[in-house]
């Protein structure tokens, strides 16, 4: 198990830009995959955002619409998301996790299944007002 600590969550207006941080000790995002999930209250964890081998895997959810930037800081041994033009939709506590990578023949490096992410962050809450 890999201790992840989210940061750089708060409360914006629509519009307004915010970004989040997953700090991973021991660093070793080059050899994982890294997802950021939301969650709202009655819902379960949607994947937003996932980036694997040291960012040469990235993918987005479509409801991101081109709006968030997923990258890695491997100075600072973090990942991070960058979110803009951000809606009350976003609203949600976001998670950082991270995953061994899927090497099969014809699969994705890195999945949306919430049961592929085998560490967890506690999360930072986001909350976007109109």
């Known amino acids: 198990q890999v201790p992840l600590v989210e940061s750089g969550g708060g409360s914006v207006q629509a519009g307004g830009s915010l970004r989040l941080s997953c700090t991973i000790s021991?660093?070793?995002?080059?050899?994982?995959?890294v997802g950021w999930f939301r969650q709202t209250p009655g819902k379960e964890r949607e994947g937003v955002a996932l980036?694997?081998?040291?960012?040469?895997?990235?993918a987005y959810a479509y409801s991101v619409d081109g709006r968030f930037t997923i990258s890695q800081d491997s100075t600072k041994g973090a990942v991070h998301l960058q979110m803009n033009s951000l809606r009350p939709g976003d609203t949600a506590m976001y998670y950082c996790?991270?995953?061994?990578?899927?090497?099969?023949?014809?699969?994705?490096?890195?999945?949306?299944?919430?049961?592929?992410?085998?560490?967890w962050g506690q999360g930072t809450q986001v909350t976007v007002s109109s």
């Open positions: 980036i694997g081998s040291g960012g040469d895997f990235i």
């Open positions: 996790a991270t995953a061994q990578p899927d090497w099969r023949p014809g699969r994705p490096q890195c999945r949306w299944e919430r049961g592929s992410y085998n560490a």
């Open positions: 021991p660093y070793t995002t080059s050899s994982k995959c």
